[in-house]
């Protein structure tokens, strides 16, 4: 036997409302350029609206004039969709609460997740949303993943309940002088300042 092995995600699909409030919330509030539309191959009846979320990859959404936004139950238990998360930058991040505010938006306020920050709030159809923001970058030719898989073990050795910044700084020190070379023989942390 043998894994089927994925390398990312290649598309989500969202049953959306009408035509335009897919695209006024999809590409009106979040920024995703409206790519191009089908019918649904499946449900001709139904359009096929295909956005970029920011990283080449697509956001698609089901369309029926028949239907129109409104805050519908969402089932969050086992096998379903609990949230989708999108990846903001920091700017962008500390300008989410105004700019949902301005929408009047109700939304849960910035949250501290250790190793990065969210906020969450509904879209028109009753979805949950998340906007999330790293709190660090990963050292060159490695990703996001590697840090926190890295930070993971450190966090354990500590005995620390979640990653938090700490785990991260040190995380990527162990990255770079893993990938990297020098000439010292001794790459341990000195005090210059104190001769």
């Not at 290649?10 to 409302?17: D, N, Q, S, V």
């Not at 906007?131 to 060159?140: G, I």
Request: aromatic residues 10%; hydrophobic residues 35%.
């Amino acid at each position: 036997m043998r894994k089927i092995q994925t390398q990312g995600v290649h598309h989500i699909t969202i049953t959306g409302a009408d035509r335009q409030s897919s695209i006024d919330f999809w590409e009106g509030v979040l920024g995703m350029p409206f790519v191009f539309d089908q019918p649904n191959l499946d449900a001709p009846e139904q359009g096929h609206l295909y956005f970029d979320p920011g990283d080449g990859r697509l956001i698609t959404v089901f369309t029926n004039e028949e239907r129109k936004p409104g805050r519908h139950k969402i089932d969050q238990g086992p096998g379903s969709l609990h949230h989708l998360a999108f990846n903001i930058s920091k700017v962008t991040f500390d300008q989410v609460v105004e700019r949902l505010d301005a929408r009047g938006v109700k939304h849960s306020g910035v949250k501290d997740r250790g190793f990065m920050d969210s906020i969450y709030f509904r879209e028109p159809n009753g979805m949950l949303i998340e906007l999330a923001s790293y709190r660090f970058e990963p050292p060159q030719g490695f990703t996001h993943t590697d840090v926190l898989h890295r930070a993971h073990f450190i966090r354990v050795a500590a005995g620390d309940d979640h990653i938090d910044t700490v785990h991260l700084a040190d995380a990527i020190e162990e990255l770079v002088h893993q990938s990297t070379n020098t000439l010292s023989f001794d790459r341990s942390p000195k005090n210059p300042f104190s001769k």
